[in-house]
């Protein structure tokens, strides 16, 4: 949108951008079970929302948290990759948001050493 007034001395101007975005719901992560050192697939659906970004975020059972790089989504469902370097069993918490809303979602993974 653009605005542009004028008087008999002057001009002035202002350009404003409007970015629609649909509120985020019920966010689903499926694992694959896995063993160490190997990329550990997590297919991620997010049943409603627009242009988002989304992180996962693993907390091994030594307490330590490991967040991965923040993606932008192109398709739904998508993948999101993460190596863990330890067996046993952990917590992964995958996040989405936009400028709208939040939400996440939180599975237990089993990782095994081969």
Wanted: proline share 4%; glycine share 6%.
């Amino acid at each position: 949108m653009s605005v542009i007034v004028t008087n008999g001395v002057d001009t002035k101007g202002n350009i404003s951008v409007v970015s629609v975005q649909d509120k985020l719901t019920t966010l689903n992560v499926q694992p694959t079970p896995t063993e160490v050192g190997l990329a550990t697939p997590f297919e991620v659906t997010v049943a409603q929302g627009s242009d988002y970004s989304c992180t996962l975020e693993a907390t091994l059972e030594t307490g330590a948290v490991q967040t991965s790089e923040v993606i932008l989504p192109q398709t739904n469902p998508f993948t999101m990759n993460y190596v863990f370097n330890a067996a046993g069993s952990h917590v992964v918490n995958v996040s989405c948001w936009n400028h709208v809303s939040i939400t996440s979602a939180v599975v237990a993974v089993e990782v095994c050493f081969l």
